[in-house]
């Protein structure tokens, strides 16, 4: 998941939620905040989501500072 980010731009990623508070279930997302180096549409950005979820197998609630090119 990292290196996907990095690779697009990622400059911070943090992940929060229950996957840090050790209280998730099976069915649970994993929640990703990050900061790109720049402004990208949307598209782009449901791109990276997606192959992250292709990566880990699990579903992804991604969020970025970056108001997704606004």
Same mark, same amino acid.
Request: proline share 0%.
């Given at each position: 998941?990292? *290196?996907?980010? #990095?690779?697009n731009? &990622?400059?911070?990623? &943090?992940i929060f939620g229950? #996957?840090?508070r050790d209280d998730w279930k099976k069915d649970s *997302?994993? =929640?990703v905040l990050v900061k790109f =180096? #720049?402004?990208m549409d949307l598209?782009?950005?449901i791109g990276i989501k997606? %192959?992250?979820e292709d %990566?880990?197998?699990e579903k992804v609630d991604l969020t970025t500072l970056n108001s997704r090119g606004r």
């Open positions: 998941m990292v *290196d996907i980010l #990095r690779k731009g &990622a400059v911070k990623i &943090a229950s #996957r840090v *997302d994993v =929640d =180096d #720049r402004k598209l782009e950005f997606q %192959e992250i %990566e880990i197998s």
